[in-house]
């Protein structure tokens, strides 16, 4: 198994995925295998921060007492310029199809990807 690339989830500012060397399957969270054809040790590479707002949902209740300071907040999913989606924090005013690129904010005492408009 390959060193692990520092990321947001270690408290680095970047966002890391990972791609299979057997079936180029894309993958976004730490796995020790491909979800897709099960080969073991995809690589890991980082992700430019970059891509277009597929959904997003305002959240007007804390989830728990941490969150409640930043009540409103809007979570999106992200379709990535490399090819995965993910769900992050983002800007109140973003919209379905928007382009984003990625910043990192301090969200209940964690650092957190956080998109922005281009």
């Not at 040790?41 to 007007?60: I, N």
């Not at 007492?65 to 973003?94: Q, S």
Request: hydrophobic share 40%; glycine share 10%; proline share 4%.
């Amino acid at each position: 198994m390959s060193a692990r690339i520092a990321d947001w989830t270690k408290g680095e500012a970047a966002i890391v995925y990972q791609r299979c060397g057997s079936c180029g399957g894309l993958q976004y969270f730490h796995r020790a295998f491909c979800a897709a054809c099960g080969a073991p040790d995809p690589r890991e590479h980082r992700a430019s921060g970059k891509g277009r707002v597929y959904a997003t949902t305002l959240v007007c209740r804390a989830a728990t007492p941490e969150t409640r300071a930043h009540v409103p907040y809007n979570i999106l999913l992200v379709d990535c310029a490399e090819g995965f989606r993910m769900m992050a924090h983002g800007e109140k005013d973003i919209s379905i199809g928007d382009e984003v690129t990625a910043q990192f904010v301090s969200f209940a005492g964690k650092l957190v990807p956080f998109f922005t408009k281009v």
